[in-house]
Each structure stands twice: as C-alpha cells, then as structure tokens.
C-alpha cells in the first residue's frame, strides 16, 4: 500500500486548497478513504470519509467547507477545502483502514493565515 498526499500550501484566512492523495498497491475501489489532520500538539483528528460507491461523512468542524471526492480508475482521493480558517492549520494525512490495519501516507502541510 502506497499513499502520497500533495496539494498543500500557505493560504490566507478565506481562501481554497485541493489536496490530492495518490493510492496504490491494493484494490482502491472497494475501500472506504479518509483524510485526517493533526495540528501541532495536538491529537489526529477524522475530517472526513468516502466509500468506494462514493457515499460521504464530515466532521463538523468542516461540514459545508470542504469536499471530499474520489476517482477509482486513477486511484484517486481529493480533499477541496473553502473557507479556510487558522484553525484549520494542520498537516493533513490520507487514510487507508484495511484489515485492522491503518495505513498512512506522508502527509502535506496546510497553513492558513489570519
């Protein structure tokens, strides 16, 4: 299993980011994904879910804000985030739970400032 999550960046209070997470070595479509966030001294937190048939669930801090979406035939799990706010400044990780096992993909950095 291979996760490699890109797309983020120093943004201004108010603007948008769209992260990508390229997923390999095993069979993506039948999987639910997710992104995670932690921010410094802080625990890592569930943002958001996608099952293989697309079906979605946020967590409230980013309900409304942001989109998780997915592309089986790339291999593909995109997190766009509106709206940003300070709060929302975390390295953000793409997700894989299979078998008992998570799977993590070497995050991204998301800074917005105030």
Known sequence: VQLQASGGGLVQAGGSLRLSCEASGFAFS????????????????????????????????????????????????????????????????CNLLRSGKNYWGKGTQVTVSS
């Open 30 to 93: 039948f999987y639910s994904m997710h992104w995670y966030r932690q921010a410094p001294g802080k625990q890592r937190e569930l943002v958001a879910t996608i099952t293989g048939a697309g079906n979605t669930n946020y967590a409230g801090f980013v309900k409304d804000r942001f989109t998780i979406s997915r592309d089986n035939a790339k291999g593909g799990l995109y997190l766009q985030m509106n709206r940003l706010k300070p709060e929302d400044t975390a390295v953000y990780y």
